[in-house]
């Protein structure tokens, strides 16, 4: 089965990507909210239909808009569930994290580029602007275009926190927001360079879409390195709530975390749980 694109999920996806700061969640019974993280809502839209079919008079809906909305939605009750592609803060300890499944994020170049592998303090000084050039990693004589996540993103807070960085020493050429839209920039610029989760990335590099991932401290950039735990740069999936989970939430995120979705979880790319 051919994964859903972030930008290509259902029905309520789509109408509360335009709708969403005017839905809250409600206590009818029927009816769950579900927003974050762009990584983790193409797969919360194939479990919540599941979870439907198998709930006549259930309603999930799923809205998009990166992490840290997911992590403010389920703190401030405008969200019954929170979606987040990291793990909580020690300042979000407040709340309760569940996880779904693994993934990882990889820096991604164009096919083209005939650079296969950089150095972590490459890639640092490529994000700080000291190389500038893709000649001075052995690759064109090409000006590098940075690519880089915007504010709220889990994959900027892990890229940051691996490469020990701070967000204020980038000065990027591009700034995206979800997976798709790296990836989209990167494929349609053989001079870019950019970072996006593993599970796309691979998805797409496989449907004829002119990216590769590098590897990282020599480890290459897979799904199976993200399970077997070997790849650097790896993350759980999360669902988040503001309180300990009852009622439908509970039974939602219960299902979420079940065998019953090994298969869906697979299909969009990422790694189940062991368990």
């Given amino acids: 089965m051919k994964k859903t694109p972030a930008f290509i999920t259902c029905s309520s996806l789509l109408i509360m990507a335009v709708l969403g700061a005017c839905s809250k969640s409600d206590n009818s019974g029927n009816k769950l909210v579900i927003t974050g993280s762009s990584t983790v809502a193409p797969l919360a839209v194939e479990i919540g239909k599941r979870f439907e079919s198998l709930h006549p008079g259930i309603r999930v809906n799923v809205q998009t808009g990166g992490s840290s909305r997911g992590i403010a939605d389920a703190r401030s009750g405008l969200a019954d569930i929170g979606m987040a592609s990291r793990s909580l803060k020690d300042s979000e300890n407040d709340l309760h994290a569940f996880t779904i499944a693994h993934d990882g994020i990889c820096i ?12 972590d303090e490459q890639v640092v000084a490529i994000y700080k602007g000291t190389i500038k050039n893709w000649k001075e990693v052995g690759g064109p004589d090409a000006p590098i275009t940075v690519v880089n996540k915007s504010e709220g993103r889990a994959t900027l807070d892990l890229f940051l926190h691996y490469f020990k960085i701070k967000n204020t020493d980038i000065h990027p050429d591009v700034v995206i927001g979800d997976n798709e839209q790296g990836i989209k920039t990167v494929a349609g610029n053989p001079d870019a360079i950019g970072y996006v989760s593993i599970g796309t990335a691979e998805y797409d590099a496989t449907h004829d879409i002119p990216i590769k991932l590098l590897p990282v401290n020599a480890v290459p950039a897979t799904l199976e390195n993200v399970g077997n735990g070997s790849f650097p740069l790896s993350r759980p999936l999360n669902l988040v709530t503001k309180a300990v989970p009852t009622g439908l939430a509970k039974e939602f995120i219960d299902f979420a975390r079940s065998k019953q979705v ?12 062991s368990k």
């Fill in 108 to 119: 991604i170049l164009h096919q083209a580029n005939i650079v296969n592998a950089l150095s």
């Fill in 262 to 273: 090994h298969d869906l979880v697979k299909e969009q790319y990422f790694v189940p749980l």
